[in-house]
C-alpha cells in the first residue's frame, strides 16, 4: 500500500537555526499539506499546496515558514529561524482523486 | 469560526464494550466529515469520510453517523478491544473538501 514518507523522524536543533523537513507525498496525489501537532495539543493546519503553489495558509504560517515542492516527488516545510515554541510533531499529508487523506509519520522537532 | 468540538474528552471502557464518541461542527461551508485513528506519536489514520448526503459509514468496527441539520456526527466502536486505544479526531473539510477543521480528539483507552 502506498504510503507517505517523512524524514528525519526527529530533529533537534538551537534556537535560531534553519531547519528543513522533507517529505515523499504519494505519487499521482494532487493536494499536499503541512500540519503540526504540539505535545497535548490538536492538530493544527499550517498550509495546503496545489498545482505548485500554495492554495490555503494559516496564521501560524507566517514569515519565517516556506513549502517547496522541488522535484515531482519531495515537499518540503522550511522554517527559517525556529523558536521554541515551534517545537511539535509536524505531519505531511497528501489527498488523491479519491480524496483520501494520507497522513506521514511525523517528524517531532524539538528546538532548545 | 469555523470550529470542531469533541466530547468527552477522554474515555476509559474495558475490552469487549462499546463506545461512542461525539463530534460537533459549525464549518460552513461544509463538504464532508472525517474520523481519524491516533496513536500516541503517529500520524492520524482515516476510519470514515462522509459527504452531507450520507448519514452513517461504517468500516468494520467503526460506525459513524451524520447528521448534516444538527451538525452533528459520531463514531460508534463496537467490541472495543486493546488496541482501539488511541485518540479519535473528527475533521471537517470546507469549501471542496481540499480544507480541513481539526477537532480536539477524544482520548479513548481500552482496559483488560
Known amino acids: 500500500e502506498p504510503e507517505v514518507t517523512q524524514t528525519p523522524s526527529h530533529q533537534v536543533t538551537q534556537m535560531g537555526q534553519e531547519v528543513i523537513l522533507r517529505c515523499v507525498p504519494i505519487s499521482n496525489h494532487l493536494y499536499f499539506y503541512w500540519y503540526r501537532q504540539i505535545l497535548g495539543q490538536k492538530v493544527e493546519f499550517l498550509v495546503s499546496?496545489?498545482?505548485?503553489?500554495?492554495?490555503?495558509k494559516s496564521e501560524i504560517f507566517d514569515d519565517q515558514f516556506s513549502v517547496e515542492r522541488p522535484d515531482g516527488s519531495n515537499f518540503t516545510l522550511k522554517i527559517r529561524s525556529t523558536k521554541l515554541e515551534d517545537s511539535a510533531m509536524y505531519f505531511c499529508a497528501s489527498i488523491g482523486r479519491e480524496y483520501e487523506q494520507y497522513f506521514g509519520p511525523g517528524t517531532r522537532l524539538t528546538v532548545t | 469560526k469555523n470550529q470542531v468540538e469533541q466530547s468527552p474528552q477522554s474515555l476509559i471502557i474495558l475490552e469487549g464494550k462499546n463506545c461512542t464518541l461525539q463530534?460537533?461542527?459549525?464549518?460552513?461551508?461544509?463538504?464532508?466529515l472525517r474520523w481519524y485513528k491516533q496513536d500516541t506519536g503517529r500520524g492520524p489514520v482515516s476510519l470514515t469520510i462522509m459527504t452531507f448526503s450520507e448519514n452513517t459509514k461504517s468500516n468494520g468496527r467503526y460506525t459513524a453517523t451524520l447528521d448534516a441539520d444538527t451538525k452533528q456526527s459520531s463514531l460508534h466502536i463496537t467490541a472495543s478491544q486493546l488496541s482501539d486505544s488511541a485518540s479519535y479526531i473528527c475533521v471537517v473539510g470546507d469549501n471542496y473538501g481540499q480544507n480541513f477543521v481539526f477537532g480536539p480528539g477524544t482520548r479513548l483507552s481500552v482496559l483488560p
Open positions: 463530534c460537533n461542527y459549525t464549518v460552513s461551508p461544509f463538504s464532508n
Open positions: 499546496f496545489y498545482n505548485n503553489e500554495i492554495s490555503e
